[in-house]
């Protein structure tokens, strides 16, 4: 397998961005794995924020409930990174 259909096989990451009129920050990153599941979290990572869903859309909806701030999705893009480190 090389590293291209890695990348190619890889979930989609993407953030889920919050803005007021202070400014914004990231409240949450997501795995899309294109098989109908969607795993969030905080961006902190720990016990707290964790969402199973079936699209990124999905997910962006528990957070467009808050009125006070506007929630948008930033999908990131892909690339292949050579940085080859194995164990042998």
């Known amino acids: ?3 291209r259909e890695v990348v190619a096989e890889a979930p989609r990451l993407f953030a889920i961005v919050q803005e007021d009129a202070g400014g914004g920050w990231v409240a949450a990153w997501g795995l899309d794995f294109g098989d109908g599941s969607v795993e969030v979290m905080a961006p902190e990572g720990g016990p707290g924020l964790r969402i199973s869903t079936t699209s990124a ?4 909806w528990y957070f467009a409930i808050d ?5 948008r999705l930033v999908w990131l893009g892909r690339e292949v990174v050579r940085e080859h480190q194995s164990v042998t």
């Open 67 to 71: 009125k006070a701030a506007r929630a």
């Open 57 to 60: 859309e999905r997910a962006l």
């Open 1 to 3: 397998m090389d590293d």
